[in-house]
């Protein structure tokens, strides 16, 4: 939906302004500064509302219907936030770059932040959780080899592995990342349709280029400052990098580029990382206490 606010059904510039940053995230919340608040029009509105608990009202007309609006106060933005990654949504964090007293006519805004269930880093969204995981999943259905790569945003742990279907949803488990993103291209392949199927991970799929072999080592050597990636003990590993190489680029999509902490790429069965089944973990209360885990399940 393309928004107007005059009374001709022409656009104004500030529905212009938004209908362009909007146009770029389709599939994104747009929480667009105005004032004191972040508003959301339109179907964001539509969608949003309903999930934050907020009033759903109107802005003006639209070939004669009203547009939609809901808007948060700025200073309780990261409550909201929450609420909608819960519901696996994505928000896009539009902000006003120019004091509105000084601004000769439409005040200047622009992308500061985008905001996925995998990369919340945000204190107060996030929650308690000592780690957040964005992990990544690739199936070659002519070897029946599949590849995981997943990053800790909290503490900078970067892992990869390989192996069969039931190997890495074994892992998935264990992991129960905030959200897995995944090729276009794998929209039905069989870990997808698992997952799909059993629910509880925010699935995300990304395009299909930013799954290729060879770009995926050479930006990770370029990320790391290094050579090879032979130095990581993962050169092996084919469909791992191809994993690791989307996340990062998923990461750049998404302007997670604080990446300081993030110095090492392993194999997740490496002599620095000791990898536990599900049931392993589950008993020993290493992530979540037996009551909490019985409610999992």
């Known amino acids: 939906m393309k928004l107007s606010s005059s009374a001709d059904g022409t656009l104004t510039p500030l529905m212009r302004q938004y209908n362009k940053i909007k146009s770029q995230y389709p599939d994104k919340i747009l929480f667009f500064r105005m004032g004191d608040v972040y508003e959301m029009f339109g179907n964001d509105a539509i969608k949003a509302a309903p999930i934050l608990n907020i009033a759903l009202t109107s802005r003006g007309h639209l070939n004669g219907e009203k547009i939609p609006l809901a808007g948060i106060p700025h200073h309780a933005v990261d409550k909201y936030l929450a609420r909608l990654l819960a519901a696996g949504e994505k928000v896009v964090i539009v902000e006003q770059v120019e004091n509105p007293k000084l601004a000769k006519g439409i005040v200047k ?25 964005l992990a990544c999943i690739v199936f070659d259905s002519s070897t029946h080899r599949s590849g995981i790569a997943y990053i800790d945003l909290l503490s900078g742990r970067f892992l990869l592995d390989e192996g069969s279907k039931e190997h890495i949803l074994e892992r998935i488990r264990v992991l129960s990342p905030q959200e897995i993103i995944y090729a276009q291209a794998s929209e ?39 050579a090879s990636l032979e130095a990581f003990g993962v ?22 580029t604080q990446l300081d902490h993030v110095t090492k790429l392993a194999a997740a069965e490496s002599d620095d990382y000791m990898l536990l089944d599900y049931n392993t973990i589950r008993n020993l209360e290493l992530i979540r206490s037996l009551a909490e885990n019985a409610e999992k399940d």
Do not use: H, M
């Open 235 to 256: 050169g092996d590993l084919k469909y791992g990098l191809i994993c690791a190489g989307a996340i990062l680029k998923y990461l750049k999509e998404n302007n997670r």
């Open 109 to 133: 805004r622009e992308v500061v932040e985008i905001i996925t269930p995998g990369t919340a880093t945000i204190d107060g969204v996030i929650g308690n959780t000592s780690s957040l995981y």
């Open 188 to 226: 039905n392949n069989e870990i997808i349709d698992t997952l799909k199927r059993y629910g509880g991970n925010q699935l995300t799929s990304f395009e299909d280029w930013n799954f290729d072999y060879k770009t995926a080592v050479r930006e990770l050597s370029e990320f790391f400052g290094i």
